[in-house]
């Protein structure tokens, strides 16, 4: 599996099911995404932008039954299809439908063709995170502590961000830039004083790469 961040935005994801799974990857999907969820009924909670069908799918439903469902150009215009009911036949059976359409799909209760990883989103960072299926309980022991490890970092990148622009500009080779923006990643002092005096950990950061 190659992990890849994905832009959803105005893309259509449906969504089969309406249990506390399906509400979670409603959720990742919406506002991005145009998200219809289908299933007999829904637990509480489910986005108001969501798209809700009411209607119960049979263990042997085909492209041409999703195709009644989704809105517009049904599975053709469908870019990936979230399989979460607890009817193994039924998901099979969608997954089915919606890998012979060409559409990326994802299940709940199995590893699809796409898994929806765990995430730290810090002000700078975007972390993805699996354990390819085996293990999602330790995935999200994983996020809880890596969490203020990746948030700490935010204050270089936000110190790198600045140096690297102004590197660009007044030096033109890309292996010194390289070697003057990895010197201020190696310095434990900067890092130091990140948490408690970012404007320092700045001045210190500009020094070492003057240098
Ligand atoms: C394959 C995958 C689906 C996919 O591809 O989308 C999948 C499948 C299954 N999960 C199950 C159970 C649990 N899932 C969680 C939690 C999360 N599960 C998520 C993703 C994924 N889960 C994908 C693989 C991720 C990877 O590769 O690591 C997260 C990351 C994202 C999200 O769901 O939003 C989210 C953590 C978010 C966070 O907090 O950071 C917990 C923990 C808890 O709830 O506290 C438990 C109970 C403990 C345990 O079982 O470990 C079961 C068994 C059901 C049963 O027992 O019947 C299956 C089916 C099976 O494997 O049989
Ligand atoms: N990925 C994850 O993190 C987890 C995955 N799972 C897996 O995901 C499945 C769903 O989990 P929950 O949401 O907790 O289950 P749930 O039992 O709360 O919800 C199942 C939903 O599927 C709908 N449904 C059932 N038959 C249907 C049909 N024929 N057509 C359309 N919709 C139908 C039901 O109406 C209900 O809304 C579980 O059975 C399990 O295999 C379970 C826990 C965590």
């Known amino acids: 599996m190659i992990p890849l961040f994905?832009?959803?935005?105005?893309?259509?994801?449906l969504v089969v099911g309406g249990g506390s799974?399906?509400?979670r990857r409603a959720r990742r999907?919406?506002?991005a995404a145009e998200?219809?969820?289908?299933a007999p009924e829904f637990v509480d909670g489910f986005a108001e932008s969501c798209d809700l069908v009411?209607?119960?799918?049979p263990p042997e439903a085909t492209r041409e039954t999703l195709d009644e469902v989704i809105p517009g150009d049904g599975l053709d215009g469908t870019f990936l299809v979230?399989?979460?009911?607890d009817d193994t036949a039924v998901n099979d059976a969608v997954a089915a439908a919606a890998d012979e359409a060409g559409c990326l799909v994802n299940r709940a209760d199995e590893t699809g063709d796409v898994v929806v990883p765990s995430r730290i989103e810090s002000a700078e960072i975007s972390v993805a995170l699996s354990t390819r299926g085996a293990s999602p309980a330790t995935t999200k022991y994983l996020r809880q502590e890596l969490t203020p490890l990746?948030?700490?970092?935010?204050?270089m990148v936000q110190i790198q961000r600045t140096l690297r622009a102004e590197l660009k500009e007044t030096m033109s080779s890309q292996?010194?830039?390289?070697?003057r923006l990895r010197a201020v990643l190696d310095s434990p002092d900067v890092w130091d004083l990140l948490p408690d005096d970012p404007e320092r950990a700045m001045t210190l950061a500009r020094d070492i790469v003057e240098e």
Request: overall charge positive; glycine content about 6%.
């Open 6 to 13: 994905h832009d959803v935005e105005g893309k259509r994801v």
């Open 21 to 23: 799974v399906a509400r």
């Open 29 to 31: 999907f919406v506002p």
């Open 35 to 38: 998200v219809t969820v289908v």
């Open 54 to 57: 009411r209607r119960e799918l």
């Open 82 to 85: 979230v399989v979460a009911t």
């Open 150 to 155: 990746i948030e700490e970092a935010d204050g």
């Open 175 to 179: 292996q010194e830039r390289k070697r």
